[in-house]
């Protein structure tokens, strides 16, 4: 069995020299490449990310992609604005998450994940039937690039997901759990949640939160080792599961007291692994 490695999220940008840069001087060499912008899904970007890649000899473990149009991360608005959900945004959801997976392979990378969004809880719901349909093309899209795509979790309870995914029915599904996010949202405990889909998890963000105290907002991030995951059981049932991919570090802040969190959150990790 391979050992767990660590990774930290990075945000593509035009310089991603020195976005590679920084990675390393941080110590770390695996990363999971955000985007949001489908007009950096370039050939030149590619070329540039794949020459920075190999300099400074960093695995890109997935390519996290973003879509268009509004996204409201609350519990009011969030239902009807975030990801292939909401049918009025589906369609051109849906190219973006093709145009990123062809991107993806672009960059070499077999994991394409992204928010799906709120998906709804009665399978029955015509909503619910669309987005099956919605994910399924796009799925479909990313086997033939010969990579997985992987839902990002937090916004459905695990029985909601695993459903889904076996409604969808294609074999290149998998999971980028966020056990933050399912506290976040109040959907789970992500230690009990791998009881659920353990076997479809396939990526992992370091993240950690606390479960909301208002039905209107989503619950706080916190630091690692401050909010409520249990993060040595956590890894304890990641390991009995045989997972072997990344712990992509995510601190959804920005300065200095990101990278101070990022490297007190990656000792914190190591000492677990």
Partial sequence: MGEIELGLKVNLSEDIDRA??????????????????????????????NRAKKREKVNISAFWCGWPGPAH????????????????????????????????????????????????ENPNREKYKAAVEAVKEVAAHCARNDQQFLFETGQETPVTLLRFIQDVGLDNLAINLDPANLLMYGKANP????????????????????????????????????????FPALIARLKDLGYENTLTIEREITGPQQIKDIKAGSDFLQNLL
């Fill in 20 to 49: 590679f840069a920084k990675l390393t001087e941080l110590d770390f060499y695996n990363c999971q490449l955000d985007c949001w912008q489908k007009e950096l899904f370039t050939a030149e970007n590619a070329e540039r990310i």
């Fill in 73 to 120: 991360w609350n519990f009011l608005e969030g239902p009807v604005t975030l990801g292939l959900v909401p049918e009025a945004y589906q369609f051109a959801r849906m190219r973006v998450l093709k145009k990123g997976s062809d991107f993806a392979k672009k960059i070499g990378v077999g994991r394409l994940v992204t928010h799906v969004g709120f998906i709804p």
């Fill in 191 to 230: 230690v009990d949640a791998l009881d659920v889909f353990g076997e479809y998890v396939a990526g992992v963000h370091a993240k950690d939160g606390a479960y909301p105290d208002s039905g209107d907002q989503l619950g706080p991030e916190k630091p690692l080792g401050e909010g409520q995951v249990d």
